[in-house]
């Protein structure tokens, strides 16, 4: 899987852009402002339907615009996909592939899959529940666009289900419990499935996380990852039966997989309080890698690489590991600075002017 090229019109801070990519590595350079990660988050966007950095529609349209457009040439498999979305101030974004309109998010997932390193991954291990969850959830879209439509039903019916036990007031009348036992049945088959997903997905990342590991440390450690939570041991269906009375009292549904944590354990102690800040980097970028590597298994394709600036944040040992593990697949960096050592780059483009971008060809 490759991007042969890539246009942008008035995202975030670019006009116009018009840029062919190595087929191996393209290394963009410039200072902070001059829209590198910008650059990245066109490009994960047509990926995921949405911003890695979790912007909403209308912060990534140039001030002063009232759209931006992103289209890629893809090639995937021996074909070439032509991917285009039109990002609106307001109303719905219009999606395109192979110059048909897709009117559904599900249809541009699977055309085209990204790895995203990032700075801010960091987050993965020291942010809240809803960031782990996040992760987890996106790597089973990648594993398979179906499991898009699971997570919108999700939630869909929390939705539903949260808006009914607010209007409730605390009130458990006749029709409230019907109409609770009605999105009960469909949280249990819905959550079930995507907690088991969740999961399988775990216990055969944990191994390769663990190996990782050890490359990026130059050590062993023993790397865990499970799925905390208050329901699985009696079952979601008795314990939302057992939660309803205080659910109905709180206006909110309290248990669920929307509510379940990941807990990431380095030498069986958390590693959120117990581990150093590089061992919570080495953590992360393992997670990254194992997760590009099972996708690209059970995909048959390996999904475009993208790192935003993340040598910048790694000791030299770090870096130099992390050249070493990655996949030999097209890939997009950034750096403020030179390009990072062992980079084989093909490709390095300054953004000094990116009206008139200079691009040095590498032999």
């Known amino acids: 899987m490759t991007v042969k090229h890539l246009w942008l019109t008035d995202f975030r801070n670019h006009r116009e852009v018009d840029l062919s990519l190595d087929s191996g590595v393209t290394v963009v350079v410039g200072m902070n402002g001059q829209g590198k990660t910008n650059l990245i988050e066109a490009l994960a966007w047509l990926a995921r339907g949405t911003s890695f950095r979790g912007a909403p529609t209308e912060a990534m349209v140039r001030n002063g615009a009232d759209r931006a457009i992103v289209r890629a040439e893809v090639d995937t498999k021996g074909r070439t996909v032509l991917l285009e979305a039109e990002l609106a101030m307001s109303g719905k974004n219009r999606i395109q592939v192979n110059r048909q309109r897709v009117n559904r998010l599900r249809d541009l997932l699977g055309h085209f899959r990204t790895t995203v390193f990032g700075p801010d991954d960091l987050r993965l291990i020291k942010g809240g529940p809803r960031n782990r969850r996040g992760w987890i959830d996106d790597l089973l879209v990648d594993l398979h666009p179906g499991n898009h439509a699971l997570r919108g039903d999700l939630d869909r019916i929390l939705r539903q289900r949260n808006t009914l036990l607010k209007q409730s007031r605390g009130r458990a009348t006749p029709d409230v419990e019907t109409t609770l036992d009605v999105w009960d049945a469909q949280l249990i088959e819905v959550g079930e499935?995507?907690?088991?997903?969740?999961?399988?997905?775990?216990?055969?990342?944990?191994?390769?996380?663990?190996?990782?590991?050890?490359?990026?440390?130059?050590?062993?450690?023993?790397?865990?990852?499970?799925?905390?939570?208050?329901?699985?041991?009696?079952?979601?269906?008795?314990?939302?039966?057992?939660?309803?009375?205080?659910?109905?009292?709180?206006?909110?549904?309290?248990?669920?997989?929307?509510?379940?944590?990941?807990?990431?354990?380095?030498?069986?102690?958390?590693?959120?309080?117990?581990?150093?800040?590089?061992?919570?980097?080495?953590?992360?970028?393992?997670?990254?890698?194992?997760?590009?590597?099972?996708?690209?298994?059970?995909?048959?394709?390996?999904?475009?690489?993208l790192l935003d600036d993340v040598f910048s944040e790694l000791d030299a040992g770090r870096c130099g590991a992390l050249v070493g593990l990655l996949p030999s697949t097209q890939a997009v960096m950034t750096s403020a600075g030179v390009v990072p050592e062992g980079v084989d780059a093909g490709v390095v483009l300054h953004l000094d002017d990116l009206a008139s971008a200079s691009v040095d060809h590498r032999p």
């Open 193 to 305: 499935r995507l907690a088991s997903a969740r999961r399988e997905v775990l216990a055969v990342l944990v191994p390769e996380v663990e190996v990782l590991m050890g490359a990026l440390t130059g050590g062993r450690s023993r790397m865990n990852m499970e799925v905390v939570d208050q329901w699985s041991s009696k079952g979601l269906e008795a314990a939302l039966e057992t939660a309803r009375p205080d659910d109905l009292k709180r206006g909110v549904t309290t248990v669920g997989p929307h509510r379940d944590e990941i807990l990431f354990s380095l030498d069986d102690m958390p590693a959120r309080t117990h581990a150093s800040q590089g061992e919570q980097r080495s953590i992360v970028l393992a997670l990254r890698l194992a997760g590009h590597r099972l996708v690209a298994d059970r995909t048959g394709s390996e999904p475009v690489v």
